[in-house]
Nanobody, 123 residues
Framework: VQLQASGGGLVQAGGSLRLSCAAS????????MSWFRQAPGKERDFVAG??????????ADSVKGRFTISRDNAKSTVWAYLQINNLEPADTTVYYC???????????????WGQGTLVTVSS
């Protein structure tokens, strides 16, 4: 079972990134997927979530309008994406993807976690 997050990097403020999460080893097409972020010394914060079919999405108030979550269940490896536009220095942190059979949101609980991908936004 593996969730592999990728797509992070160094970008200038105002730029865009698309984070990807490859989920394999389970029938992840039946799991809701979410993205979290965690700055050093702080709690992990829920950013966005999407239900198993992709028909419902949820966002933290702080990212609405700039972040878009989507997914692709077409293949055995399920992909979850987080499109981030108009990046701000405050978005600098590690982003994690997670999968749950339970409730989408900050508490989950989440069954599987990816290893994180670092986003750095320069001003």
């Amino acid at each position: 079972v593996q969730l592999q997050a990728s797509g992070g990097g160094l970008v200038q403020a105002g730029g865009s990134l698309r984070l990807s999460c490859a989920a394999s080893g389970r029938t992840f097409s039946t799991y809701a997927m979410s993205w979290f972020r965690q700055a050093p010394g702080k709690e992990r914060d829920f950013v966005a979530g999407i239900n198993w079919s992709g028909t419902s999405t949820y966002y933290a108030d702080s990212v609405k309008g700039r972040f878009t979550i989507s997914r692709d269940n077409a293949k055995s490896t399920v992909w979850a994406y987080l499109q981030i536009n108009n990046l701000e220095p405050a978005d600098t942190t590690v982003y994690y993807c997670a999968a749950t059979k339970g409730r989408i949101g900050p508490t989950g609980p989440y069954d599987y976690w990816g290893q994180g991908t670092l986003v750095t936004v320069s001003s």
